[in-house]
């Protein structure tokens, strides 16, 4: 519903509690505009904050106005200016909000009833809404995002704990009549009804002139306004950073931070929308504030992406669909190299043609809603809209059937690849890039293995320089990711393709690091990667590199430039380039430890550590010296935090393509095993390695057998004509980074320890009758004959849990391993847990034997499994083979890897395996399920019959999810080859490569 300001305010005087949420001081700037509409009105206001007086009282002076200095939520904590600290965040709002929850629900209610509030107002503190329910008042949300939305993220990196919080903000915004929906909106699944209305935009007090002619400031100067919230931040501000004949105003600089002289410190209580207006261009980090003010008074914005604040790509997109933003690289503006950016930003035309009264708009919706005007519109209610903002999580791709309003401005951003570029109305471009084909490319090495998703990816590639020459196609129209591939290539030399699939875990999981036996089935979904060498002096450099290389005067230097499609999908920034003389130090390759700091300073491009860090990893481990420049493209349909090893696809396709271009010579096998490297090194994630070896060795329709230790292909195992596996997503974001993975693997890690040192103890003493007795109790149960000391001997050399057989385990361990252990206790008795790539934290306490456990028991499930496989096709072998599927998942559970939408799809499975239709026991055919990969989220793999039924049940299974969720579940269905058996494509450009040749 479209919300228009025709409606006059009612004549009465009304009492308005407004409440603004702790984060920053954007929320209370919007605020004070919709506040000014209702004191002009006549109307009482109470304000409920934790700003400070003056940015309410700057722009109202009126006795109308209450403040009234109250915290009720903290926002999103910010370790700096660019920084969230996500589990600082929820740590913080349970201490604030939830811990006394009660209190300041009695409080707020008190209050409520004793000023006699007619509506409450909420930007958007979620307790406002309940205790206006409490208290018999009405409320109204009015924002552009929610704090469930943004904390369903901050939970994925806390593991179990905090999802709580989620959900008690839902329910509390479920309590509000509707919401006021500004523009740049998220997702806010949470409420019933939802009206829309125009920018809400601090009004300016003085015309630029003025402005200008207070500052000393000529017409002629270039005015740019460094605006990164309010927070000192210490910023290393260089004289050469502006081109010459510019300024900079810098808000909420340190008193005592030294200013070079074009560089001019603001008063901390300066009305900076005078100063905005007056400015050619502002540079600054996203938020509502400085994006609505940017756009409405037309000023090209020069952003530096925050990590971890899910409101940033939607306010992003609608700045730069409006051809008002420029992205900053961090790292650029950390060292500041700015003159590229802020010359670019000054030949934009910003075009913000939508109103900006929503003040007005809102205040009159306000003041007629308090009076009794009902508004509703046509959107879903109560429960329905009501989800699960975990599962809904941070995902902004857009799944059909998921029922969330994305705006037409956000529209761009979408598009898929191969598909054509959408313009600003939603419609195609009057170009057909589907009549590009692959025919475009001359294959000079190399077979598309009849692969449809190569061959899209080759049009896609094709499309690039179609774009890039046409001048009927302007910039403001094309997607950020394929404009920066546009510019990638010389289209006169070859190009290098790889393809890598995700995986299906089907057995063996997280015991993949303890040593097991893993089963693993390539699937269709694959990451292509494009690589091409040039010499220095040939690269096509995109401005800002080109920019960082003249600054320097050292002449042309190798660099790799980095697209990610489908990047901005996902909150980050689309490319990444760096001097590849930054992997070196003194003639010598830099640490892979110096490497994970390098690429995780900046949240919103540590993805390039996946790609980049192959090339460290062959510099190491290979001795491969890279002296031309590289150009990357990275494009991948397997879907990220699935549990389906969207990671490893990534790595082993970059490393293959890489290795195609330089001529080396790596078997699958060692190319997983380098990549596993770049993901435990650089990325820091502590995985095992079956998931690098499939994607590198797998084969179509067949399961990778491989043993763990650390990495031995067995077989190839054939998929039996009657059996087939599905992999349905849960929608709950699985990370093998997370808390929950890195502690269960410690925990392992310290269990192994401890069954070593156990093992040892009765060798390193004499058989006594005494030292005998004390170990049959819970210990050893037999006299130490010469059978049992060799066993002992081995057990205290164990390499690999899995090595250990499940009998010896529940005979001679399983009673003395500890429940759980605090790290300092662990290290104290045993010193190190011996693993190379988790460290132990002293003030953690670890799960211990359910982690260890798990691997020995799974091993066995995985080897009775294969075996089954290949026995005769029955209802009980199909049974046997799901139980042990059951047994895996319970396992996971009691491990602590679990979640609700996993076991919510096992459920299903089971209750379709054994469900009774018209009174009758239906056989399903369905016969079990497990979760995968990590856990704590990601993908269950379903085992069923090959038949029609089974895909009726799997699409019955999708649907039920979505009944109960909200959530759509993608289907992995299909099998693909392994990067080895693709092998690589080298390919040249036939209108360029060959017709000038």
């Known amino acids: ?109 008190e209050w409520l009833k004793s000023i006699k509030a007619d509506l409450v107002v909420s930007d958007v503190v979620p307790v406002a809404c309940r205790a206006a329910a409490d208290a018999g008042i009405p409320s109204v949300c009015v924002t552009n995002f929610s704090w469930d939305f943004i904390y369903a993220e901050y939970v994925m990196a806390a593991g179990h704990h905090h999802r709580s919080i989620v959900w008690q903000i839902a329910e509390d915004y479920s309590h509000c009549l509707f919401l006021l929906r500004l523009p740049g909106y998220c997702p806010m699944p949470a409420f019933r009804d939802v009206i829309d209305v125009p920018l809400v935009v601090r009004r300016t007090h003085r015309s630029r002139q003025e402005v200008r002619k207070e500052l000393g400031i000529g017409d002629d100067i270039k005015l740019v306004i460094f605006n990164f919230g309010g927070q000192e931040a210490g910023w290393n501000l260089k004289e050469e950073s502006l081109p010459p004949g510019w300024i900079c105003l810098v808000c909420a600089a340190s008193p005592k931070q030294e200013f070079p002289p074009n560089f001019r410190r603001l008063a901390k209580d300066t009305y900076t929308p005078d100063l905005i207006a007056a400015s050619d261009c502002m540079l600054g980090k996203i938020g509502y504030g400085t994006v609505s003010e940017a756009l409405a008074y037309k000023i090209p914005f020069v952003f530096v992406r925050r990590d971890y604040f899910n409101e940033e790509p939607f306010l992003r997109n609608m700045l730069e669909y409006y051809h008002g933003g420029v992205e900053m690289i961090r790292r650029d503006l950390l060292t500041g190299h700015w003159i590229p950016y802020l010359e670019h930003a000054i030949k934009l035309n910003p075009c913000y043609d939508q109103p900006i009264n929503g003040g007005e708009v809102a205040a009159t919706i306000l003041q007629n809603t308090a009076t009794g005007r009902v508004y509703s519109s046509n959107k879903f209610s109560g429960a329905r809209r009501l989800r699960d903002a975990i599962v809904l999580g941070f995902q902004l791709q857009r799944i059909p059937g998921r029922d969330i309003s994305i705006p037409e401005w956000y529209s761009h951003a979408e598009t898929e690849l191969g598909l054509r570029p959408m313009t600003p109305n939603g419609e195609k471009n009057e170009h057909n890039v589907t009549s590009l084909d692959v025919e475009d490319f001359e294959i000079l090495h190399g077979d598309l293995h009849g692969l449809s998703d190569t061959k899209t990816f080759l049009k896609s590639l094709a499309s690039l320089d179609f774009h890039f020459s046409s001048s009927e196609i302007g910039e403001k129209r094309q997607v950020r990711e394929r404009l920066a591939a546009a510019g990638l290539f010389n289209w006169e ?111 919103s491009q540590k993805w390039a550590a996946y790609v980049a860090g192959t090339i460290l990893v062959l510099i190491h481990e290979l001795g491969v010296q890279f002296n031309d420049g590289i150009s990357i493209l990275v494009s991948s349909s397997v879907p990220e935090g699935k549990g389906v090893s969207s990671s490893a696809a990534v790595e082993v396709a970059t490393m293959s393509a890489i290795a195609a271009a330089h001529g080396l010579d790596i078997s699958p096998r060692d190319l997983a095993l380098l990549c596993q490297k770049v993901e435990n090194h650089i990325v820091g994630a502590p995985c095992g390695v079956m998931d690098q070896m499939t994607s590198a060795c797998g084969e179509a329709n067949k399961l990778l057998a491989m043993v763990c230790q650390p990495a031995e292909v067995k077989e190839h195992v054939n998929i039996p004509a009657h059996i087939r596996f599905w992999g349905i997503d849960s929608g709950i974001r699985h990370s093998v980074g997370g808390a929950d993975y890195g502690s269960v693997r410690v925990g392992t890690f310290m269990g192994r320890q401890i069954i070593r040192s156990t093992a040892l103890t009765p060798l390193s003493q004499p058989s006594t009758a005494t030292n005998l007795q004390e170990y049959r109790n819970g210990v050893i149960h037999d006299e130490i004959d010469e059978y049992g ?81 290949s026995s005769v096709s029955t209802d009980e072998q199909l049974s046997a083979l799901g139980e042990l599927l059951y047994q895996s998942h319970y396992s996971y559970s009691k491990c602590g890897l679990g979640s609700d939408g996993t076991d919510r799809l096992v459920n299903l499975v089971q209750q379709m395996q054994h469900r009774k239709k018209n009174g009758t026991e239906e056989k399903g055919t369905l016969f079990g399920a497990k979760i995968t990969g990590g856990g704590s989220g990601g993908t269950v793999c379903v085992l069923g019959r090959n038949c029609i039924q089974s895909s009726e049940e799997i699409i019955e299974i999708q649907q039920r999810y979505k009944a109960a969720t909200g959530h759509l579940p993608f289907i992995f269905e299909g099998s693909s080859p392994g990067a080895g058996k693709f092998g690589y494509l080298k390919i040249q450009h036939r209108i360029h490569g060959r017709l000038f040749h």
Not at 60 to 71: A, E, H
Not at 495 to 524: E, H, K, N, T, W
Not at 833 to 848: L, Q, S
């Open 1 to 109: 519903m479209e919300a228009t300001s025709e409606d006059r305010p009612p004549a009465q005087r009304l009492t308005f509690a407004y409440y603004v949420t702790g984060h920053g001081f954007g929320h209370a700037t919007r605020v004070v505009e919709v506040v000014r509409n209702l004191v002009a009105a006549g109307h009482d206001v109470h304000v409920v904050t934790g700003a400070p007086d003056f940015v309410f009282t700057t722009d109202i002076n009126s006795p109308n106005l209450y403040i009234r200095r109250v915290l009720l939520d903290c926002g999103a904590v910010q370790a700096d200016a660019l920084t969230v600290d996500r589990l600082a965040s929820l740590e913080k709002y349970s201490q604030t909000a939830v811990l006394p929850r009660a209190s300041i629900l009695a409080t707020e209610v």
């Open 493 to 603: 030399d070859v190009i290098f393709v790889a393809r890598a699939p995700g995986r299906l875990d089907v057995m063996g999981g997280i015991a993949d690091y303890s040593g097991s036996l893993v089963l693993q089935m390539p699937i269709r979904e694959a990451c292509h990667v494009a690589v091409q060498r040039s010499h220095p002096s040939k690269q096509r450099l995109w401005k800002h590199a080109l920019a960082r290389q003249h600054e320097r005067g050292e002449g042309f230097c190798p660099v790799v430039q980095i697209v990610s499609f489908g990047s901005e999908l996902s909150n980050r920034a689309p490319t990444f380039d760096m001097d590849l003389a930054d992997f070196m130090d003194a003639g010598c390759p830099i640490s892979y430890e110096k490497a994970r700091t390098y690429f995780a300073s900046d949240p």
């Open 789 to 869: 000391s060799v066993l002992l001997e081995k057990e205290a050399k164990l390499d690999y849990l899995c090595n250990l057989p499940p009998h010896r385990y529940e005979a001679n361990y399983a009673k003395i391993l500890p429940e759980e252990i605090s790290g300092r206790a662990f290290m104290d008795t045993y010193g190190s847990h011996n693993d190379p790539v988790t460290n132990i934290d002293p003030k953690c306490t670890y799960a211990i034997k359910d982690p260890t456990t798990h691997p020995i028991y799974e091993n066995f499930h995985v080897n009775a499994f294969g075996s089954l496989l």
